[in-house]
């Protein structure tokens, strides 16, 4: 199926701008430095989860759905974005969380409350392993739910993924621009499929380097194996006659020195460079990690001086919010 004919609901505003860090650049003395403003889509203070969301809440206005669940952790940026996508939308939005309610609603949280999501507190469900029963309750009481999984990432979310290289691309040949590697947060994996696809469809020449920001639990699927299935089955949707295998995707699992949510100094030190540096805001939980683990990149000399990098901002700065402890 051509992308072009997938249903799709408009909810960001794209292109997000390419900028030269050009203090950064500076900073580190050799290799450029580039970013992709995914964190400006526009909905809800923005990040990578407009994208998926204009082909899921596409989808669900497409089979006629009235409310849509997904879930994840307290301060999900994917959980944020979709209550404001189903508010825009006319859908209502259930939204399985980690924990209990607490006290104060803060960061992401506190928007979730702003656009009217209803919130299933799931204790220790952090990646919406309950959002299948809540969506039978919502049928037995009458609902047509859509089911969005964790993270947005299935092969329909992950379209928005293969259409950001196209877009990527085509700024980068107007800007004479010739990147060579493309570093991002990969998390739930439908940003990195999506982007393995997209790079094969457009012909983007840059190499993709994903910062794994979440560790294995035991019995899980390996977080690089799930991605190549996604990108396997964006591949068959798409009839790309392509088939991902494991040299096809490069994730670095060796940025997490805290736990999931965690803000170490690799975090914090991150956070600040690029917010003293640019202005530019990242998040503690994903970006700030994957900067973090660009700089380190770059401290161990793992690029020539020559090269030229492109930092994938994918957003989550709301949950800057409720890490003051943390980042002051
Ligand atoms: C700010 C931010 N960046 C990156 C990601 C990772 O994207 P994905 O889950 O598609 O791997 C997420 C996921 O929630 C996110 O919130």
């Given at each position: 199926m051509n992308n072009s004919e997938i249903p799709r609901k408009q909810l960001g505003f794209f292109p997000t701008p390419v900028q030269k860090l050009e203090n950064l650049t500076r900073y580190f003395g050799g290799l450029q430095i580039y970013i992709k403003r995914d964190d400006q889509t526009g909905l809800a203070l923005g990040g990578n989860k407009t994208r998926k969301l204009e082909y899921l809440i596409g989808d669900a206005l497409a089979q006629n759905c009235d409310c849509v669940i997904?879930?994840?952790?307290?301060?999900?940026?994917?959980?944020?974005?979709?209550?404001?996508?189903?508010?825009?939308?006319?859908?209502?939005?259930?939204?399985?969380?980690?924990?209990?309610?607490?006290?104060?609603?803060?960061?992401?949280?506190?928007?979730?409350?702003?656009?009217?999501?209803?919130?299933?507190?799931?204790?220790l469900y952090r990646k919406g392993e309950n959002i299948y029963t809540?969506?039978?309750?919502?049928?037995?009481?009458?609902?047509?739910p859509y089911i969005i999984p964790y993270g947005g990432s299935n092969k329909i979310g992950a379209l928005g993924y293969v259409e950001a290289i196209n877009e990527i691309?085509?700024?980068?040949?107007?800007?004479?621009?010739?990147?060579?590697?493309?570093?991002?947060?990969?998390?739930?994996?439908?940003?990195?499929?999506?982007?393995?696809?997209?790079?094969?469809?457009?012909?983007?020449?840059?190499g993709l380097i994903g910062v794994q920001i979440d560790k294995e639990e035991a019995g899980d699927k390996p977080f690089a194996r799930n991605i190549i299935?996604?990108?396997?089955?964006?591949?068959?949707?798409?009839?790309?006659?392509?088939?991902?295998?494991?040299?096809?995707?490069?994730?670095?699992?060796?940025?997490?020195?805290?736990?999931?949510?965690?803000?170490?100094?690799?975090?914090?030190?991150?956070?600040?460079?690029?917010?003293?540096?640019?202005?530019?805001?990242?998040?503690?939980?994903?970006?700030?990690?994957?900067?973090?683990?660009?700089?380190?990149?770059?401290?161990?000399?793992?690029?020539?001086?020559?090269?030229?990098?492109?930092?994938?901002?994918?957003g989550g700065a709301p949950s800057l919010f409720s890490y003051s402890k943390e980042l002051t």
């Open positions: 997904t879930g994840g952790a307290e301060q999900s940026n994917h959980c944020r974005q979709t209550a404001a996508a189903a508010a825009m939308s006319g859908l209502e939005c259930h939204l399985a969380l980690r924990g209990e309610e607490p006290e104060e609603y803060s960061g992401n949280l506190l928007l979730d409350k702003l656009f009217n999501a209803k919130i299933h507190w799931s204790q809540i969506a039978e309750e919502l049928k037995a009481s009458g609902k047509n691309t085509k700024q980068l040949s107007e800007q004479k621009i010739k990147i060579d590697h493309t570093v991002f947060a990969s998390s739930s994996g439908g940003t990195h499929a999506g982007m393995i696809a997209g790079k094969v469809l457009y012909n983007f020449s840059s299935e996604l990108a396997n089955e964006v591949s068959s949707e798409l009839e790309l006659d392509k088939t991902f295998t494991q040299k096809d995707v490069t994730l670095r699992d060796d940025f997490m020195e805290s736990d999931y949510g965690v803000v170490g100094y690799l975090e914090r030190n991150a956070i600040k460079l690029l917010a003293e540096k640019e202005g530019i805001l990242l998040d503690p939980v994903y970006t700030g990690r994957v900067f973090g683990g660009l700089i380190r990149m770059i401290e161990n000399k793992e690029f020539s001086k020559d090269e030229t990098i492109l930092f994938w901002h994918t």
